[in-house]
């Protein structure tokens, strides 16, 4: 079975500070994601990465960045976390484009006071 | 603007008694449409692939069909199992153009 970790499932940061979250996927997939899950909002993707190295941005990436320098690691960055950065964050990998299945981590929530 | 809009937001459904999930939505150069099911605390899970009008697929209780403006889950005979929230994601233009709708929480009660 595809596993897709986050590496914390709850976290409580301060304004201002830095916040990493990181996302790991075992099955060599091509294709990552970060989305953020807000009530009555539904999924929006952050970012998107084809392949090592390679970034696309996605609806919402004001206040993130990423990084992806092996083919398996994904992380989002919050560079000065802020109030309304407190979210449930989902990373998701596929292992191509011509495939539309997307594979969930289990979801990181964040509080930012 | 693309937009999707799943209805109701939530539904309470006796075990035995059938119902269906609406997935409307406004999507230039629809390629197709997925289904996820979300359990609570977890990441979404794969259900099905929708590409075209007219397309059905079914696994267990569930069948999910597409029109051009809308896609409905049906859950035939549901069990407390079943609860969970929905989502459904139209694309368009690339996979990485998915546009997810908000979901529907269903609650199974025996």
């Known amino acids: 079975d595809v596993k897709v970790t986050q590496s914390s499932r709850y976290l409580v940061k301060r304004t201002g500070e830095k916040v990493f979250l990181e996302c790991v996927q075992d099955m060599d997939h091509e294709n990552m994601f970060w989305y953020r899950q807000d009530p009555g909002l539904g999924l929006r993707l952050i970012y998107f990465?084809?392949?090592?190295?390679?970034?696309e941005k996605g609806d919402i990436p004001e206040g993130y960045s990423v990084s992806r320098e092996k083919k398996e690691r994904f992380s989002l960055i919050l560079e000065s976390a802020s109030t309304n950065q407190t979210s449930m964050y989902l990373c998701?990998?596929?292992?191509?484009?011509?495939?539309?299945?997307?594979?969930f981590g289990e979801g990181s929530r964040l509080t930012v006071l | 603007e693309d937009q999707v809009t799943q209805s109701p937001e939530a539904l309470r459904l006796q075990e035995g008694e059938s119902s269906s999930l609406n997935c409307s939505y406004t999507v230039s150069g629809l390629r197709g449409l997925f289904w996820y099911r979300q359990d609570p605390g977890k990441g979404p899970e794969f259900l099905f692939t929708?590409?075209?009008a007219g397309e059905e697929k079914e696994k267990e209780r569930l069948k999910a069909t597409l029109t051009k403006k809308e896609s409905f889950l049906h859950i035939t005979a549901p069990k407390p199992e079943d609860s969970a929230t929905y989502l459904c994601?139209?694309?368009?233009?690339?996979?990485?153009?998915?546009?997810f709708g908000a979901g529907t929480r269903l609650a199974v009660h025996p």
């Open positions: 929708l590409y075209s």
């Open positions: 994601a139209p694309y368009s233009g690339g996979y990485n153009k998915l546009i």
């Open positions: 998701a990998s596929r292992r191509q484009p011509n495939t539309g299945e997307l594979f």
């Open positions: 990465s084809y392949d090592v190295k390679m970034k």
